[in-house]
């Protein structure tokens, strides 16, 4: 955790792919400061007919090299977000050739309670995994 959500136009390959995933765990890691083994990633790729991101009126160009990532995590806090959007715009630049106006970002907040890693139990609050106990 977090969960990383990428929506890609298709047509990358899947060294391609491995290599934009590997760059936003190292910049989740960085930022998230969480344990190298929580990685939770999943692409959907899509025809470009059925991805639009446009630039909200900031004039930013868009490419077909286009990547839309949903991040949901618990609170992070806006310097670490912050961060993040800063470190992964920069890998995904330095590693796969990813202008930063091609990458939009959004962060989903949920709480303990909306996690459970497996066998129907919310470990964060069971304290399985570091989070409050149940009163």
Known sequence: ????????????????????LDAA???MLAAFKVPRGDR??????????RMIVEDTGLDIPRTGNVV???VFSRPRGE???ALFYRLLVERLEAECGIAPSD????????EDAHWSFG??????LT???GGKKPD
């Open 1 to 20: 955790m977090p969960l990383l959500h990428f929506h890609l136009v298709e047509g990358r390959s899947d060294g391609e792919i491995k290599t934009l």
């Open 25 to 27: 765990h190292e910049a």
């Open 40 to 49: 939770y990633q999943i692409v959907s790729e899509h025809k470009p007919s």
């Open 68 to 70: 839309l990532l949903q």
């Open 79 to 81: 310097e670490a977000n």
């Open 103 to 110: 990458v939009m970002i959004s962060v989903v907040e949920n």
């Open 119 to 124: 066998y129907g139990r919310a470990q964060f």
């Open 127 to 129: 304290g399985e995994l």
